[in-house]
């Protein structure tokens, strides 16, 4: 189903300042909401400046990744006439909610209170194909023959509003539960002023976990204990607007003033280590986000105007940016080395790699080398779903290719959703990997610390994971297609586990040797960069 975290997302940015809604928020949503659901958002559309928004959405988004800017241009494009018919048919607000029954694959529901005087079901037809005219039925929309593409498995009016998410989810919400956590009302009551609030308003239960099992913090964010945290953690709001000056406030409701003053601390601690990540503007950094208290409650809050993103939002963003590049490169050593330790394990107990494909009777290839690792990466259970004896691509097997584990594509790219992997074997009767037989170490008379195993291509030359696919080098410009976003370099899995990050640079005939298992080549170690 396509229901995606975008639409919710981009609800979530466009709105500007607003008159209250008819009655307090937390009395609108109440009875639509998970006792454990911690994460929500309230947006009021009632004087929305479309046009602003996207402008600042973008160039904020840009400081990030012109590629990410240009997606959200996009969608915003595709989202606005939406946005504008909403509004027409007077609806004040939309509320996101992110509840960890229905959150496992991270697709939050929507819920649109609706004004005396305006049609639930013309909102609800909006809502789900963008055009308040097309028939859908009894007060319903499914997945059926709307013209354009749908973002929802259903919109339907439900008490005073109207429901849009999936269909499990809405009939959880019929059982009748009603969320009675009373701290909602204060955290709404924080940022009543700003048109975008987004609460996280832990339970009870939930608190009580992180007291009882969390470890405590690295020492240079205070040491704080879990009963800590728990205690200094009773909700968090966030507020912000979008119009002729940016308005954020950022703020922490303790049990104590004693707690206020550790989560402070905390906070503080964090935004340190971010400026460390833009030295250029640390300054900034400090000076205008740093924590305040006041009785028991941290306060974070700034001006900006709006247009392009001015001094601090870069700062602040940028270095947001390179800790995400960062992780992700990192998480993305960290997917070959444990294919690197799952290779070794097959080893053991095959004396020998994988080839890089199984055939059938009549030398037709079916299945990749990673389909036979599985059982190496911790995911038996998947592997003995797959027919071994049919290839990937049969009725039976092409049903599994939407499952390939995350250890088997670089979070910087992120190939999951396409069941695509951009780890792979070198396609070469001189490479690392057969293609019909188990080579053994002892073969490798280089060493496997000058032998490629694997190698990180780009998404272009990414291919599915359970088809028996590998890279072949084009010998006139070899690292041309090679590696995700990390610049002009790319990682390799070697023989012995260690994974380098290799510039696209290095010399060519360097690179050749190293794809070799037995080229008896003299390497310098001092070229290969």
Avoid at 226 to 238: E, M, N, P
């Amino acid at each position: 189903m396509k229901f995606t975290f975008t639409f919710s997302l981009l609800v979530l940015v466009f709105a500007a300042s607003s008159l209250a809604a008819e009655k307090p928020p937390s009395e609108t949503i109440a009875p639509f909401l998970h006792e454990n659901t911690p994460i929500l958002a309230r947006v009021r559309l009632e004087k929305i400046d479309l046009d602003r928004g996207v402008k600042t959405i973008v160039s904020t988004a840009s400081v990030f990744s012109p590629q990410v800017a240009g997606q959200l241009l996009n969608g915003l494009t595709t989202f606005t006439p939406t946005l504008r018919k909403l509004k027409h048919q007077g609806v004040k607000e939309i509320y996101v909610v992110f509840s960890p029954t229905y959150i496992y694959d991270m697709e939050p529901y929507l819920y649109i209170p609706t004004p005396n005087g305006v049609r639930k079901q013309k909102v609800a037809q909006l809502m789900f194909s963008g055009d308040n005219n097309e028939p859908i039925g009894k007060g319903k929309a499914k997945r059926t023959t709307s013209r354009r593409s749908h973002f929802f498995e259903l919109c339907e009016t439900l008490g005073h509003g109207v429901f849009c998410g999936r269909a499990k989810t809405l009939n959880a919400l019929k059982q009748g539960f009603v969320s009675k956590r009373t701290k909602l009302n204060s955290a709404f009551d924080s940022v009543k002023d700003r048109s975008i609030q987004i609460l996280f308003v832990p339970s009870n239960d939930q608190r009580r976990v992180v007291s009882e099992i969390m470890p405590p913090l690295p020492k240079k964010f205070g040491s704080l204990t879990g009963r800590q945290l728990a205690d200094g953690l009773q909700w968090v709001a966030v507020g912000f607007d979008i119009g002729e000056k940016s308005r954020f406030n950022f703020i922490v409701q303790s049990k104590t003033n004693a707690n206020a003053q550790s989560m402070k601390k905390l906070m503080t601690s964090g935004l340190t280590t971010i400026a460390k990540l833009n030295p250029q503007n640390s300054s900034d950094l400090i000076d205008q986000l740093t924590p305040k208290v006041k009785k028991n409650r941290v306060l974070i809050s700034f001006v900006q105007k709006t247009g392009e993103p001015g001094s601090l939002t870069k700062a602040f963003f940028g270095s947001i940016a390179r800790a995400q590049r960062t992780a992700q490169k990192s998480q993305c050593r960290n997917n070959l080395h444990y294919l690197g330790i799952a290779l070794h394990n097959f080893h053991d107990k095959y004396f020998g790699l994988p080839p890089r494909s199984n055939f059938d009777k009549n030398g037709k290839k079916l299945l990749s080398w990673r389909v036979f690792l599985l059982p190496y990466l911790g995911q038996k259970e998947l592997y003995n779903q797959f027919h071994l004896d049919e290839s990937w691509d049969s009725d039976h097997n092409k049903k599994l290719i939407f499952q390939m584990p995350d250890v088997f594509t670089c979070p910087s790219i992120n190939l999951k959703k396409q069941g695509k992997t951009n780890y792979l074997a070198i396609s070469h009767e001189t490479a690392a990997f057969a293609e019909k037989t188990n080579r053994r170490f002892g073969e490798m008379r280089d060493g496997l610390s000058y032998t490629i195993f694997l190698l990180e291509v780009s998404k272009d030359e990414a291919v599915i994971w359970t088809k028996p696919d590998d890279f072949k080098i084009d010998w006139k410009n070899p690292t041309r297609r090679l590696g995700s976003e990390h610049g002009e370099k790319f990682h390799v899995l070697m023989g012995d586990g260690s994974v380098p990050l290799l510039s696209k640079k290095i010399d060519k005939d360097t690179f050749r040797a190293l794809t070799t298992f037995a080229g008896k080549e003299t390497i310098d170690r001092d070229k290969i960069k």
